[in-house]
């Protein structure tokens, strides 16, 4: 059986954990074999206890939740360069490099890894709050009728269904969004940045030349993309997959606009 690691960074974690232990149980009640590696980017107020508690969401056989803590702040990029070398050195087939604010429906793997057996090799789901990378093409709702936003799981377990059902084997060349990058674990290691990253660590330009004022935080993606295409990899959108996306937690809550949403307690 495969095994799928979900690199999942935090910041702010002491303030926002209900997200990251949400993503993490969902991911393990639907991914066997599953490995959560939390890579948490110098948190204040953090305790033993909730280290314990996350580690002890890998409940049922042959999964394991491993959680790596810095403790200075360095950016998303170097979280996920991070987990993606904790999951090479665990033996895991896949990995994601994702986001802590996601929900996992039931069978959300089937239709992306049949894209990466078919020659894809960086692969991302539909989801309400996508981000804008893919172009629109990455939004549920060009494709589930009448979709709203919802963090209820039966829904999003509906949404799964109907996608899987209409849409398997269903690719669309696109460049995907950050929030969930899924690939295997060999193309990450030959699409690596260096010998000790696989992202390129900053990004201090856009691809226009202007300033990046947030050179550890964003571009990880579209420059990761941008040089795999030029060694022939392809990215590709899966329609078959769906990935609740609350997005834009750790930023607060004047990022919320569109079909980002917050948990109802929040």
Known sequence: MVKIAFICPTHRESELHTYTASALRTFFD??????????D????????????????LAAHEGQECVVFRYADWGGLTRSW??????????????????????LFPPMWYQGLLHAMES??????PLSNAPGVTAKKKQEVQRYFPDYKPS???????????????KFLGDV?????????????MTTWLRGAYSQN???????????KGYRNPTPLMTLNEDELQGRWRELGFKSGVVPSSFIFH???VTRGGRYKKGLWTRKSED
């Open 30 to 39: 639907t991914t066997a074999n599953g490995v959560g590696i939390v890579v």
């Open 41 to 56: 980017d110098a948190s204040e107020g953090w305790e033993s206890a909730h280290t314990s508690h996350l580690k002890g």
């Open 81 to 102: 360069n991070k987990g993606l070398s904790i999951a090479k050195d665990m033996g895991c087939d896949y990995a994601i490099c994702g986001n802590n604010d996601v």
């Open 119 to 124: 020659g894809y090799s960086l692969v991302g």
């Open 151 to 165: 963090d209820d799981l039966a829904y999003i377990n509906m949404v799964q269904k109907f996608l899987l059902d």
């Open 172 to 184: 669309i060349d696109a460049p995907v969004n950050g929030f969930f990058q899924m690939a295997k």
């Open 197 to 207: 990253f696989v992202y390129r660590p900053r990004n201090e330009r856009t691809s």
């Open 246 to 248: 609350y997005r834009a």
